[in-house]
Each structure stands twice: as C-alpha cells, then as structure tokens.
Nanobody
C-alpha cells in the first residue's frame, strides 16, 4: 500500500514556474512507476508526465513537453514535477499516481493503482 500526498500548488502568473512534489509512504515506492495527471473543470483527466521506477525513462504529454520535467528521489521518497513557462491552460488540479505492477502504457490513468488527493495549480493571464 502506498499513500501519496501532493504539495506545491498555487497561483502563478503566465510565464512563471512552480514545482510540485509528491511524497510517498510505503516500503515499495522505489519499485513503482510514477505519474502526474491533471484535470481542469469540465474536462477529462489528462496525462502530464511519468517516470519509471529507476528514473531511467520519462514520458510527457504533448502539451507540456519541453516545459515540464519529472524527477524522482527514491531515498526521500518523492517524485517532483518542475513546471516552467506556465500558461493559463495549465490551470487544473494536479494528481500524483503510482503504478504497482508495470504498465502497458504510461499515458492511461487506468494503469495507476494509487492516487493522491490533488493540488490546485492556477495560472493567471
């Protein structure tokens, strides 16, 4: 069992940066692939980024590629999302998620077994 808690959300102006962090409890965290998703009001949950258990491979949604960076520290353990050049369309609740047994694809929310409660990110124009 893994419990995930996100932090670091807030209000930022367009062009600014935020760093989200996801803290995890549970001894198996280092074996789990991790992802970030987001959901804006009235929209479906959207894949943002993912990282394999070792940190050797990362994946990004097209809308954030080149602006966001996912990283993990299995010693802490945390998984972070550095968000640069933020745009108003990045406004959403951001969720951290853990995949326990390996994924067929990192891009689909159904592949993830554990979820955090979410943190709000608001980007003003």
């Amino acid at each position: 069992q893994v419990q995930l808690v996100e932090s670091g959300g807030g209000l930022v102006q367009a062009g600014g940066s935020l760093r989200l962090s996801c803290g995890a409890s549970g001894r198996s965290f280092s074996t789990y692939a991790m992802g970030w998703f987001r959901q804006a009001p009235g929209k479906e949950r959207e894949f943002v980024a993912a990282v394999t258990w070792s940190g050797s491979h990362t994946y990004y949604g097209n809308s954030v590629k080149g602006r966001f960076t996912i990283s993990r520290d299995n010693a802490k353990p945390t998984v972070d999302l550095q968000m640069n050049s933020l745009k108003p369309e990045d406004t959403a609740v951001y969720y951290c998620a853990a995949n326990r047994a390996g994924w067929r694809t990192p891009f689909d929310a159904v592949e993830y077994d554990y979820w955090g409660q979410g943190t709000q990110v608001t980007v003003s124009s």
